[in-house]
């Protein structure tokens, strides 16, 4: 009989301790509330803001300069003289180039001299130069290149970068734990 009543009170204390908690709001940890939000990139030459950087790369003109927030995904080629740099704030996390193991992150081509300031370019995945390829003028400006990888694995060469032009890292930049 008394292992009956404690099963009993055993399970309406479940039962209330379960509605209590689907009852409280959830609160934001400072881990989801520094998560980085969806890409927003500006071209601060026209004003025009965009949630792609292909689409924002594509309708800039040369020298024009971009900002951008968040994390934008997808491989972006670039074939013209252009500065992007990253925006932090409190809720947008760090400014992120991120090809999700789909592709190289992002491709200089020749004659472009590119710019990039406060970046973190990661999850490349290409058979050389995995986070990026560069054959035009290319600096890094306190930006990582991390995570990336060059997949041919006889010949591939360049898990981070592959630079067949010119490049330059200033300030705090670094490119590590890429694989070749």
């Given amino acids: ?9 055993a399970v309406l204390l479940t039962s209330a301790l379960l509605t209590a908690a689907l009852l409280v709001p959830t ?26 950087l292909r689409k924002a790369v594509k ?9 951008l927030r968040g994390t934008c995904h997808g491989s972006t080629y670039i074939g ?24 190289r992150v992002l491709t200089v081509k020749r004659g472009a001299k590119v710019i990039l300031t406060d970046l973190r370019l990661r999850e490349g995945k290409a058979k050389n ?3 990026i390829w560069n054959s035009g003028k290319l600096i ?11 997949t041919d694995y006889d010949n591939g060469y360049g898990g981070g970068v592959w630079n067949e ?7 705090r930049s ?3 734990g890429n694989t070749a």
């Fill in 1 to 9: 009989m008394r292992t009956r009543k404690l099963r009993r009170v």
């Fill in 174 to 176: 670094s490119i590590e």
């Fill in 140 to 150: 890094l400006k306190d930006s990582t290149v991390v995570g990336n990888i060059a």
């Fill in 80 to 103: 013209k003289s252009l500065r992007i740099r990253g925006v932090r704030t409190k809720t947008s996390g760090r400014p992120t180039l991120d090809a999700d193991a789909r592709g």
């Fill in 59 to 67: 309708t800039a003109r040369k020298g024009h300069r971009l900002t």
């Fill in 129 to 131: 130069g995995g986070g």
């Fill in 27 to 52: 609160v934001a940890t400072s881990a989801t509330a520094a998560s980085p939000t969806s890409c927003r990139v500006k071209n601060l030459k026209t004003g025009k803001v965009t949630k792609n």
């Fill in 165 to 171: 032009g010119t490049l330059t890292l200033k300030g």
